[in-house]
């Protein structure tokens, strides 16, 4: 029994990091930059798609049968992800807050139909399947399997966050953040908001797609019901939760976000007769706003603020501005001075 609980920690935290991996890229883009992107579905969903394509055998009724290494499906599914970033934000990263809000989303509802309807690519609404899994040969082994793959995730979750950490906190992490902040005076000091957004759109996006990888590879099956905007919003939640501007709180709200959404889904279960159960299932989206709104109301900037980065030696917890000291009317003049 201990063994199975054990296997299913494993597999409940590698859920969890691929989509902590997702929580980074919307990081880059929201957190970072201020790019308001609802299409995370879109990008996830086209690098699950092109990492499958490139990875599973050949297949008689769709475009397939590549046969190549799963890494190599991996860096596939980044450089799709963000080319399609960079050629969908060529063309929607002039708009602002809820225009460019609805430009992502509708790209997102387009890539979810295409993965829908090209069948003869993506499978139709059956999915692709027989997509191969790290250290797939020890599956009959659920611990053994769950530990390794869990293994896999932490090291990619690892290496992207050393990488995000050493860029934010690099001349270009802070030009984002002057953008984000002030774009007026990032102009004024000749900085180009326009191809520096584009490239953390860019760099999000990829970071999207790798996040659809992993986790493609890691449940063995996709289909298209699995990037409707549903996604989106529990990838927002997570990072609002844990602390958008900061790669610590992504990660952390990943985990915590996900542990709601399943344990509700084990709760839905055990209270609501199978044939309720469809219905129910609704309380886990009711389960999750109420934990948001009691995050904002209790810690506004999340579990775990933005550091006000000063230098790459010197960080510390985001503050209000202190409001200066104030002299009454009637003191006198020498003591307005001092």
């Not at 709200?253 to 279960?269: D, H, R, T």
């Amino acid at each position: 029994m201990s063994l199975d609980l054990l296997a299913y920690g494993a597999f409940f935290l590698t859920m969890a990091l691929t989509y902590s991996i997702m929580c980074l890229g919307l990081n880059v883009q929201w957190g970072q930059t201020g790019l308001f992107n609802v299409g995370v579905a879109g990008f996830v969903g086209i690098g699950a798609y092109v990492s499958a394509l490139l990875t599973t055998p050949d297949a008689v009724d769709r475009l397939g049968g590549f046969g190549m290494p799963i890494v190599l499906g991996w860096f596939g599914a980044m450089l799709a992800g963000g080319l399609a970033s960079f050629l969908i934000g060529a063309l929607t990263i002039r708009l602002r807050a809820d225009y460019l809000a609805i430009a992502t989303f509708g790209v997102a509802v387009a890539a979810q139909l295409c993965m829908l309807n090209l069948q003869g690519v993506t499978g139709g609404p059956f999915g692709i399947g027989f997509i191969p899994r790290p250290f797939g040969d020890l599956a009959g082994d659920t611990l053994t399997f769950s530990l390794l793959n869990l293994g896999v995730v932490a090291v990619v979750v690892l290496g992207l966050y050393l990488a995000l950490e050493r860029l934010v906190r690099s001349p270009w992490g802070r030009v984002l953040r002057a953008i984000r902040e002030d774009e007026t005076a990032a102009l004024a000091l000749g900085k180009s908001a326009l191809s520096f957004r584009l490239q953390a759109f860019t760099i999000g996006g990829a970071i999207m797609a790798l996040a659809g990888a992993v986790q493609g590879h890691f449940i063995g099956f996709i289909a298209p019901e699995n990037y409707q905007p549903m996604l989106t919003f529990q990838v927002w939640a997570m990072l609002i939760v844990g602390g958008s501007g900061n790669n610590r709180g992504a990660i952390l709200g990943a985990i915590l976000v996900w542990g709601i959404w399943a344990g509700s889904a084990g709760v839905v279960s055990a209270l609501f007769p199978p044939d309720q159960q469809a219905r129910a299932a609704a309380l886990q989206i009711v389960m999750i706003g109420v934990g948001l709104c009691a995050i904002l109301l209790l810690r506004p900037r999340g579990i775990i603020g933005e550091l006000r980065t000063v230098s790459r030696h010197l960080g510390g917890p985001a503050r209000e501005p202190v409001a200066a000291p104030t002299v009454p009317e009637d003191e006198p003049d020498h003591a307005r001075h001092r």
